[in-house]
């Protein structure tokens, strides 16, 4: 079961209003009628009139107003499992979230941007699996190799800078993480997708990446940033507080490395694309994809969602009708059978 409109469920703190209000409203029709005098005498004035019935038509529109949220909540239940066969590769992209990727030599960032271009390079991948691993100093698996696009975009917008705790840029742990992820399945239907400015600290990317293509992991590579670099901005909360600088005071620049990332496509079977302000050399990219070879998998999946507001709108309505239909006045009917349990007053 799912819900369709979950952010409705606050409609709820409006019921204890309601019967505030429904308790206020009484108290102070009861002082009204004590300021003509003896309660046991105004009575006599309205002897067909009927707090019981009042009471019940109250407790009817609470209904009515109970199942009309839920109903705009609109869950939503899965029919069936079912198990889908697809074909596809398997791609893990490796995302540099190391300080540097805060330079802006990029709009708005070196780090937005490579998340943008990831973004639409899911909304351009049709039946392949997709895993996101991030790195600094250490490597992470964000998420695992998956064919659901919507989980990925919404991991992929948690991403930040602050997510590594040890910095640094250690390209070889992100690929060695990456094939492991893979599994021990062989074939030509893996690749990695390396997204960083180059800054590597470590020496072990061109071995990590040779050891990948002996086993048909092709990797391709995404420069982010300029050749000129810039510096790297500071925050405090959401305000820019200067920019990093190093043990001498003197401001640091951060550059793109273009030579470390052409040997690492060059060394795993893949391309080097650079990206600019306007094209993040997504459909080079994408294009080498394309060529990699699909194999068939299985994917489980809930399927056939139906909508079951209708159910309970219908139940709101009818709640209302029965309200808007039922007099506050005795009947003699309602005097016979006392549906609400009214003591006779007479």
Not at 92 to 108: F, T
Not at 331 to 341: A, C, E, I, T
């Amino acid at each position: 079961m799912q819900f369709e409109n979950i952010y409705f469920v606050y409609a709820f703190a409006v019921i204890p209003f309601l019967l505030l209000g429904y308790w206020l409203t009484a108290r102070w029709k009861n002082k009204a009628l004590k300021a003509y005098g003896d309660l046991l005498i105004t009575r006599t004035l309205f002897p067909d009139l009927s707090k019981a019935k009042q009471r019940g038509k109250f407790i009817l529109f609470l209904f009515a107003f109970f199942f009309l949220i839920i109903g705009l909540i609109n869950p939503q239940i899965g029919t069936k499992l079912e198990e889908v066969k697809r074909k596809g590769a398997d791609i893990m992209i490796c995302l540099d979230v190391s300080n540097s990727m805060r330079a802006e030599d990029l709009q708005p960032n070196r780090l937005e941007k490579s998340k943008q271009a990831i973004a639409k390079l899911m909304d351009k991948l049709e039946g392949d699996r997709l895993g996101i691993i991030v790195f600094g100093g250490e490597a992470y698996v964000q998420l695992p190799i998956t064919t659901d696009y919507s989980a990925a975009k919404l991991f992929l917008e948690s991403i930040s800078t602050d997510m590594i705790p040890t910095q640094g840029t250690d390209i070889g742990k992100a690929i060695d993480l990456a094939v492991e992820s893979f599994g021990k399945d062989e074939g030509k239907n893996k690749a990695i997708v390396i997204i960083t400015d180059g800054e590597n600290h470590e020496e072990d990317a061109l071995r990590a990446a040779e050891e990948a293509a002996g086993k048909g992991i092709s990797i391709h590579t995404i420069g982010m940033g300029s050749e000129n670099g810039s510096p790297i901005p500071l925050y405090k909360g959401n305000v820019q507080d200067g920019f990093r600088k190093d043990k001498d005071g003197n401001t640091v620049i951060t550059k793109l490395n273009e030579e470390i990332l052409q040997e690492i496509a060059g060394a795993g079977n893949g391309i080097y694309v650079r990206a600019t302000n306007t094209d993040a050399g997504l459909n080079n990219v994408l294009g080498a994809l394309e060529k990699l070879e699909k194999k068939q998998f299985d994917s489980k999946m809930y399927s056939d969602y139906e909508d079951r507001f209708q159910w309970f709108i219908a139940a709101a309505f009818l709640l209302l009708l029965i309200e808007v239909l039922i007099s506050e006045r005795k009947s003699k009917l309602y005097k016979r059978l006392n549906l609400f349990g009214e003591k006779n007053e007479n």
